[in-house]
T-cell receptor, first 115, second 110 residues
Framework: SAVISQKPSRDICQRGTSLTIQCQVDSQVTMMFWYRQQPGQSLTLIATANQGSEATYESGFVIDKFPISRPNLTFSTLTVSNMSPEDSSIYLC????????????FGAGTRLSVL | GIQVEQSPPDLILQEGANSTLRCNFSDSVNNLQWFHQNPWGQLINLFYIPSGTKQNGRLSATTVATERYSLLYISSSQTTDSGVYFCAVQTQGGSEKLVFGKGTKLTVNP
């Protein structure tokens, strides 16, 4: 298994500002993922972040809005830029084990409210 | 892409009751995971079960890969079982995203 620390756990932000969310893992992993969960909805993948390469974004998500860094095998950040109330969601990072079975584990999430 | 359907969408139980949650998927999978999201938003791994049957305490799960469905059984439910249960699948091993169903919201009343 993997222990994932995500911070902040929650934040309230003003429209037009940016927030950076941090994700720290207790072991080295190749695959890290960032998900968004809008109120009352399921999880949607934003992007896959591999160390040493640019993040791969899913349809509907762009780098200018959600820049991601992956400087090493235990850490990643997601920035939510130029926020609007529609960005109010829970943002979760996850990691996948490097060997089979490929199990994903999730951080506790960041609950973001944009006013 | 693969479709994941969960049923029922909502379920209300009295403490002590048993329940069965279902997950149907539209294609072959290499990975299927069940999660419990508690009221604080934390997503907790319950089972990794691309096929077969597993049990963990009051919870058990069965996946019939050839028929493309999985079942999560909760026995003797407790109020702490409340939350949303998600099924998620992956069509290839490693480096492939998990596709989530819409979840089953379970409420267990005392």
């Amino acid at each position: 298994s993997a222990v994932i620390s995500q911070k902040p756990s929650r934040d309230i932000c003003q429209r037009g500002t940016s927030l950076t969310i941090q994700c720290q893992v207790d072991s080295q992993v190749t695959m890290m993922f960032w998900y968004r969960q809008q109120p009352g909805q399921s999880l949607t993948l934003i992007a896959t972040a591999n160390q040493g390469s640019e993040a791969t974004y899913e349809s509907g998500f762009v780098i200018d809005k959600f820049p991601i860094s992956r400087p090493n095998l235990t850490f990643s950040t997601l920035t939510v830029s130029n926020m609007s109330p529609e960005d109010s969601s829970i943002y979760l990072c996850s990691v996948e084990t490097d060997r089979a079975p490929y199990i994903q584990y999730f951080g506790a999430g960041t609950r973001l409210s944009v006013l | 892409g693969i479709q994941v359907e969960q049923s029922p969408p909502d379920l209300i139980l009295q403490e002590g009751a048993n329940s069965t949650l279902r997950c149907n998927f539209s294609d072959s999978v290499n990975n299927l995971q069940w999660f419990h999201q508690n009221p604080w938003g934390q997503l907790i791994n319950l089972f990794y079960i691309p096929s077969g049957t597993k049990q963990n305490g009051r919870l058990s799960a069965t996946t019939v890969a050839t028929e493309r469905y999985s079942l999560l059984y909760i026995s003797s439910s407790q109020t702490t079982d409340s939350g949303v249960y998600f099924c998620a699948v992956q069509t290839q091993g490693g480096s492939e995203k998990l596709v989530f169903g819409k979840g089953t919201k379970l409420t267990v009343n005392p």
